[in-house]
């Protein structure tokens, strides 16, 4: 009895997929936001539940749509390190959103920032930059957007 070997099979590399394909994968889970009917005589009323979004909150869609059409038109790619002042909803769903397709996401935050937020986005970032010092308003905002310039200007992509 003669043994005969398995056909030889050529396997094909499996391509990784690319960041446009993994956000159009990841905006799956953003579904259409519930409404639940409100009792007020003489009303239509409605009540919008953004909590039922994946991060929760009504940021989740601005940020991911605008990491889906930046990678559609070539404006970021897998190498893309996003910088972004935002202490609050939207840095937490571009947290969650960066991290969910591996790019890395360094927000820049201010001492206003709630220690819920901090914690999430130290746990969630690769880098997260906290600014101190005040600007000529006695706010952060102008001291935060210097600071995404000097990053933008020393990070790679």
């Known amino acids: 009895m003669t043994a005969t070997?398995?056909?030889?099979?050529?396997?094909?590399?499996?391509r990784a997929p690319s960041l446009v394909e993994r956000l159009a994968q990841l905006g799956k889970i953003l579904r259409p936001t519930p409404h639940v009917?409100?009792?007020?005589?003489?009303?239509?009323?409605?009540?919008?539940?953004?909590?039922v979004n994946p991060v929760g909150?009504?940021?989740?869609?601005?940020?991911?749509?605008?990491?889906?059409?930046?990678a559609e038109r070539g404006?970021?790619?897998a190498e893309t390190t996003v910088i972004e002042?935002?202490?609050?909803?939207?840095?937490?769903?571009?947290?969650?959103f960066t991290r969910l397709v591996g790019l890395r996401f360094i927000p820049v935050i201010?001492?206003?920032i709630s220690a819920t937020y901090e914690s999430f986005l130290r746990r969630?970032?690769?880098?997260?930059?906290?600014?101190?010092?005040?600007?000529?308003?006695?706010?952060?905002?102008?001291?935060r957007l210097q600071m995404v310039q000097q990053l933008c200007a020393s990070t790679p992509h």
């Open 5 to 14: 070997a398995a056909p030889a099979v050529r396997r094909t590399p499996q």
């Open 37 to 51: 009917p409100l009792a007020v005589e003489g009303l239509q009323l409605f009540a919008k539940l953004e909590y």
């Open 57 to 70: 909150s009504i940021k989740d869609r601005p940020a991911f749509w605008i990491l889906k059409r930046a």
């Open 75 to 77: 404006e970021i790619c």
């Open 85 to 96: 002042s935002s202490s609050g909803n939207f840095a937490s769903a571009l947290a969650a």
């Open 110 to 112: 201010d001492p206003n």
């Open 124 to 143: 969630t970032c690769d880098r997260v930059v906290k600014v101190e010092e005040r600007d000529d308003t006695g706010g952060f905002l102008k001291t």
